[in-house]
């Protein structure tokens, strides 16, 4: 939804501004008289779904630097992402749509590329630099390109470093030096993990299934668990949450009552000791207590697993219904620029990493970190609901809030998340 970046932290942006979605949920659409040869006259609409004041700035940045250089004209439109989510569907079936529309790679993408309803961007990506064969390979479906990365972020175990100073603990590297830490926090009278899963962001907890799943049975069993070649019910998936009981005692007991940024609240203010989140945390942080943060790898399980991380890759895609096709991949074609992609940054919270890779990043410290642990990944996964299905998100957010509040119940819960997962891949 994660940066600012173009969705899982447009999702997290979006939440205090939800309103009521109606007809195109305040799309922009593809006003203007056709021009010839087919193609309507006025600016490219560019619909976004980044609503918090800085996200929302650095886009139109982003617009702005584009339009400076004349010719072509870009325009910005911008709502909620709950209502965004919930109008993609409409926006890409009109036949008067938004021509560019931010969002994020993967399933989703993918879905509706094979609908016919994203357009070929293949154009823009013929002799691209500064892109990764990765990124290449993220941005494909069926031989052609139907998406233009923009940036990507990371996970990691978010602490003060002030806080773990006081306590006397250090960033731990395996599992079991994770629950000694987590043990001498609790001993402190604070709590050592925080959560932040309640109604509005229940799908916090899927980075914890994810990296425990990747640690214990690697990328390439978490896909095609999440695209229905498994089971849940699965004795390898049943080890991550008997991997998992064994921290759940230094939870927060109220993290699945908690916002993702009541979490963060919790965690700032040293009610909390950690926090599985991902670099939009900092979008949230008050600037004097950013250089106070740090975060170290999710734990080793098993050290003969390749280490994977989660990298969520946002950007852009066009619709294939798009009345202004030559302008539309003139603007694509200048989002993957270097200046581009620096216009946004430079006005953006700075907590995420440039899709093109000879971009200059905030380069603080923390992110440096970051893109070094990226770098040395043996793979890289995106998010529960984007290696699946946004379909498939709510199964995972009910059994894994259950699994937190019961454990006791993980067979039950195991069994009843492959009904549900079931009836979603056979829909």
């Not at 617009?63 to 004349?70: A, I, M």
């Not at 900092?282 to 050290?303: A, N, Q, Y």
């Not at 919270?349 to 000879?358: M, R």
């Not at 809030?401 to 549900?420: G, M, R, V």
Request: hydrophobic share 40%; net charge neutral; charged share 15%.
């Amino acid at each position: 939804m994660t940066t600012t970046g173009f969705s899982r932290r447009g999702f997290l942006a979006g939440l205090g501004a939800v309103g009521a979605a109606t007809a195109l949920g305040g799309c922009v659409t593809s006003t203007g008289s056709q021009a010839a040869g087919g193609s309507a006259s006025g600016p490219v609409t560019l619909q976004s779904n980044l609503s918090a004041p800085s996200a929302k700035a650095a886009m139109q940045a982003l617009v702005d630097s584009f339009n400076k250089k004349g010719g072509t004209q870009a325009s910005l439109n911008t709502v909620a992402s709950e209502t965004f989510r919930t109008q993609l569907p409409t926006y890409l079936t009109s036949a008067n749509p938004p021509d560019v529309l931010t969002w994020y790679a993967g399933s989703v993408a993918r879905s509706y590329a094979g609908k016919n309803l994203l357009l070929d961007v293949s154009e823009v990506w013929n002799g691209l630099a500064g892109y990764s064969d990765a990124l290449k390979q993220l941005s494909t479906d069926s031989g052609k390109q139907i998406f233009i990365p923009a940036s990507y972020y990371f996970w990691g175990m978010f602490y003060r470093k002030s806080n773990f100073a006081k306590w006397g603990v250090t960033a731990p590297t395996t599992w079991a030096e994770f629950l000694q830490v987590c043990e001498t926090i609790k001993s402190k009278g604070v709590t050592p993990i925080g959560l932040g899963a309640d109604n509005s962001t229940p799908w916090v907890a899927s980075g914890w299934f994810d990296y425990l799943n990747v640690r214990i049975n690697g990328a390439n069993y978490h896909r095609e668990l999440l695209a229905g070649k498994h089971s849940f019910a699965d004795p390898q998936v049943h080890k991550v949450f008997d991997q998992w009981k064994t921290a759940l005692p230094y939870f927060d007991p109220k993290g699945t009552a908690l916002s993702f940024q009541d979490a963060t609240t919790n965690l700032l203010q040293g009610r909390t000791g950690m926090m599985l989140i991902g670099t939009f945390l900092l979008d949230t942080t008050p600037k004097e207590d950013v250089d106070d943060i740090d975060f170290f790898r999710f734990p080793i399980v098993d050290p003969n697993m390749p280490l994977v991380e989660e990298a969520p890759t946002d950007g852009f895609y066009a619709s294939a219904h798009t009345q202004r096709k030559p302008q539309t991949l003139e603007f694509l074609k200048y989002l993957t620029t270097v200046e581009a992609q620096e216009a946004y940054l430079k006005s953006s919270a700075g907590s995420s990493l440039p899709a093109n890779s000879t971009a200059k990043d905030s380069g603080t410290p923390l992110i440096t970190k970051g893109k070094e642990m990226l770098n040395k990944a043996a793979d890289l996964t995106q998010f529960f609901n984007r290696d699946s299905s946004d379909a498939l998100q709510p199964t995972a957010d009910a059994a894994l809030i259950k699994f937190i509040q019961h454990p006791e119940q993980i067979d039950s819960i195991l069994t009843d998340w492959q009904s549900a997962a079931k009836k979603v891949w056979t829909s």
